[in-house]
């Protein structure tokens, strides 16, 4: 029987909506029904989606032309996740989210296990803005929080960076495909994200999608699917932020606001949340305490299974402090897979990094 990741992508790849899918499959019981049905059912199924999209689900239909597509897509380092894999984050199967059958991603796909905080705001941001991002980012970072955003201009893009410069995790999820990173000045910083070990980039569309006006707020739901809460961090009376903090208050999800200089435009839309309910904060330890997070408890993952690296790292570190160069020349790793594999361990605290790059267990 073909796997249903196959037919999730051979739906995305037909540009049938989610909406759509989600009733075609309801309706058929199962993917796989609904991959049995598409030649005999034709008037059953165009009614519900088009002429348009129905012709492109029978063009696609091909094992072969799969097969080839997806093994092309693993080659370039595209990671899929689709509703029925573990992988897939139990936050994003709840109703209210509009749940994707189908994420593409690259990076490390084991930062979904943390605890995960949003982080957004305005494209056109204040001195404070970046300095309020870079303390309440580093808090969280520092918590083992996984910080989210959507790696646009502006507060997004300094949440990411501040989360990487403290030695945490951070979560991009995209409007546009994860090999189209937009705005494209953020390329570069995209895949260092990546290789660093410290970052993954997601979304819902297609991999080479370059991205519409629609797809950017569309996809701010998953950004607060994600997490746990959402923080503002400056964002006008129209940001696009404040349509997070919405969907987030549809989530069930909490809504933090940085508190600004009322009179400049930028601190509008978070004054304005917090006389709504959102709660007023100023750090880290202010988000922490209200979603009941713990440092101790978030110094760990859900899963603390090791991968092969990690425990060929963690096994020599039984030995004694070490230091980065030898673990090197003792291990056969490459720096870039060494560094990779020691910010794991650090944030799942199994160990821990000492001035002079030497290394020690802890635990």
């Known amino acids: 029987m073909i796997e249903n990741k196959k037919i999730y992508y051979w739906l995305t790849l037909s540009g049938v909506s989610q909406t759509k899918q989600r009733k075609l499959i309801e309706f058929y019981g199962s993917p796989y029904d609904l991959w049995q049905a ?5 008037r059953v199924i165009e009614p519900n989606i088009g002429a348009k999209h129905f012709e492109a689900m029978l063009h696609y239909r091909r094992d072969e032309f799969l097969d080839k597509d997806l093994d092309s897509l693993y080659r370039g380092g595209v990671k899929l996740i689709c509703y029925d894999d573990e992988l897939y984050p139990q936050r994003l199967k709840q109703k209210e ?95 260092g994200m990546i290789t660093s070990g410290q970052g993954l980039i997601m979304s819902e569309y297609l991999p080479s999608f370059t991205g519409a006006k629609y797809t950017f707020p569309e996809r701010n739901r998953l950004i607060s699917g994600l997490s746990l809460g959402v923080v503002i961090v400056e964002a006008g009376s129209g940001s696009g932020a404040l349509i997070t903090a919405t969907n987030a208050a549809e989530q069930g999800r909490e ?17 304005g949340l917090i006389k709504q309910g959102a709660h007023c904060v100023t750090d880290a330890e202010d988000i922490l305490g209200i979603l009941n997070l713990s440092k101790k408890e978030n110094q760990k993952p859900s899963n603390l299974q090791l ?57």
């Open 38 to 42: 598409i030649r005999s059912e034709r």
């Open 97 to 191: 989210v509009g749940t994707p059958y189908l994420l593409f991603a690259r990076g490390d796909l084991r930062l979904l296990d943390f605890p995960c905080v949003a982080m957004v705001g305005t494209r056109r941001c204040t001195r404070y803005g970046k300095l309020m991002v870079a303390r309440i980012a580093r808090g969280l970072a520092e918590s083992g929080v996984t910080v989210v955003s959507g790696l646009a201009d502006g507060i997004d893009t300094y949440a990411h960076r501040a989360t990487i410069e403290a030695g945490g995790k951070t979560i991009a999820v995209l409007g546009s495909g994860v090999n189209r990173v937009t705005p494209v000045t953020n390329q570069n910083f995209a895949n």
């Open 255 to 271: 809504v933090f606001a940085v508190p600004a200089n009322a009179d400049i435009p930028q601190a509008l839309g978070g004054i």
């Open 307 to 363: 991968d092969m690296f990690e425990d060929k790292v963690y096994t020599a570190l039984q030995d004694g402090k070490q230091n980065f160069d030898s673990l090197v020349a003792k291990l056969g790793l490459s720096p870039a897979e060494l560094s990779a594999t020691l910010t794991a361990l650090e944030m799942k605290k199994l160990i821990r990094k000492e001035p002079g790059n030497w290394y020690v267990s802890d635990s």
